[in-house]
């Protein structure tokens, strides 16, 4: 089913010849990164028809839609040769995934077990079956691109000073940090090791990419990984209508939305023809995740991208406090990707509601252990309503007890361990001949 809502479009389409004739590349890229595609005798004719709709595109109209119409049964019965390859290889086979579907991007790869942006982590990734990993990229001295997040190596490595202070051959030097806070045998990866890693495996998406898109597209072209990249950065700063129309064929360059009016957006998603757009969003407050919000962006096609990490991203959720609820939120605001510290977790989560196809070896998890507000429910007491944690003492002063039924002064002075006149000394107007009234709240220390 992972390409029905392309032929869907192409099949029924009233958009643009062009927005059609990106849909014929992705689907052409995406049989492309099938093992041994051309054995299947469909996808064989299916990808031969999509190179002839491409020598056609220059009639536009009317036969370039009569053309592709003629495939409409060799492009259902594809579906069921490509149904079987649940893990995302590549840039085309992701945005070909149907609606009901829920992706996983990793931060920083698999940090809870390996080094964060290293080689090891991405590899755990990729043999866990992760759609996306999320890497920060940094430029050195010599022009050249490392995986970092930090400006500098002082956190991550046992080296100290800024990556922009290094050749890249110099940072060989320093040792990654492990997650238990040792350093190991890990070195920090070059771009270009990234690449080759993740080539026709799993898709990147570079972070801190957006000032130097033309430096990493020589980069990933060198690989010949463009199905395997994704590029973004704020839309305003990008130029991503220019980028998007230049590069059909990938990588995927992803506008990040922090703010734009309803009578922008239209305009924007028509222009750029963006398939996916990260909303970082501090609040549920804005017309970008509301309902009319989100009815526009499928409309247009344009599928979500959010980051669970913090409030300040996830629409004032975070998966840190709460996971699932987090992630519940997410999806029933439209995501599409959700990037998340707990990759694994999460993607055990969707199988288990039905939203992602469980990865080729795929073992289950149990789902503990995942940050989970404790329940909170207001308690009448004798001193006023206070918030109680369900299985937790109320938050009261433990140098005061509250007088309850029963209760008599050589109680009291027995629990806790003093005398009668210890305890009416500490507490004006009690003696101990004092009537102790339920809910008085006497000193005890």
Not at 161 to 184: A, C, I, M, S, T
């Amino acid at each position: 089913m992972n390409l029905l809502h392309h032929i869907v479009h192409i099949l029924t389409a009233s958009s643009s010849a062009r927005r059609n004739i990106r849909q014929c590349y992705r689907l052409r890229g995406y049989l492309g990164t099938i093992p041994n595609y051309h054995t299947f005798n469909t996808t064989s004719y299916l990808y031969q028809t999509l190179d002839m709709a491409i020598l056609h595109h220059h009639n536009r109209t009317e036969r370039f839609s009569r053309f592709l119409r003629t495939c409409t049964f060799e492009f259902l019965l594809s579906l069921i040769c490509l149904s079987c390859y649940a893990q995302t290889t590549s840039i085309d086979q992701l945005i070909s995934y149907p609606e009901n579907t829920v992706l996983v991007a990793a931060h920083r790869g698999d940090w809870q077990d390996f080094p964060e942006n290293s080689i090891s982590g991405i590899k755990s990734c990729i043999e866990k079956g992760i759609d996306i990993i999320e890497i920060d990229v940094q430029k050195t001295k010599d022009n050249k691109f490392v995986l970092m997040h930090d400006g500098s190596i002082n956190r991550t490595t046992n080296g100290t000073g800024r990556v922009g202070q290094f050749v890249r051959d110099d940072l060989k030097k320093y040792r990654l940090k492990e997650p238990d806070g040792k350093y190991g045998n890990e070195k920090i990866p070059s771009l270009e090791e990234v690449l080759l890693l993740a080539k026709g495996k799993i898709v990147l998406n570079l972070d801190r990419s957006a000032n130097h898109f033309d430096e990493l597209l020589l980069i990933i072209d060198s690989i010949g990984a463009r199905q395997n990249v994704i590029l973004k950065g704020i839309s305003r700063d990008t130029g991503f209508n220019q980028k998007i129309a230049e590069n059909p064929d990938g990588p995927l360059f992803m506008p990040i939305l922090l703010y734009m009016p309803q009578s922008k957006l239209t305009t924007f998603l028509i222009n750029s023809e963006a398939v996916i757009v990260e909303l970082i969003l501090a609040n549920d407050t804005s017309y970008l995740s509301s309902q009319k919000g989100l009815h526009l962006f499928k409309k247009e096609k344009c599928r979500i991208w959010y980051n669970a990490l913090s409030k300040k991203l996830a629409l004032g959720f975070s998966e840190k406090l709460d996971a699932i609820e987090t992630w519940n939120h997410l999806i029933a605001k439209g995501a599409f990707i959700i990037q998340t510290d707990y990759p694994f977790q999460l993607m055990q989560y969707l199988i288990n509601k039905g939203l992602h196809t469980r990865p080729n070896g795929w073992q289950d998890l149990v789902l503990t252990n995942l940050p989970k507000k404790e329940e909170v429910k207001l308690v009448k007491t004798p001193v006023g309503v206070v918030d109680r944690k369900i299985g937790k003492q109320p938050n009261v002063d433990k140098g005061y007890h509250i007088i309850k039924e029963g209760d008599t002064l050589s109680h009291i002075a027995i629990k806790q361990k003093m005398s009668v006149a210890g305890i009416c000394a500490l507490n004006l107007n009690l003696t101990p001949t004092t009537i102790l009234k339920i809910g008085r709240r006497i000193r005890v220390r």
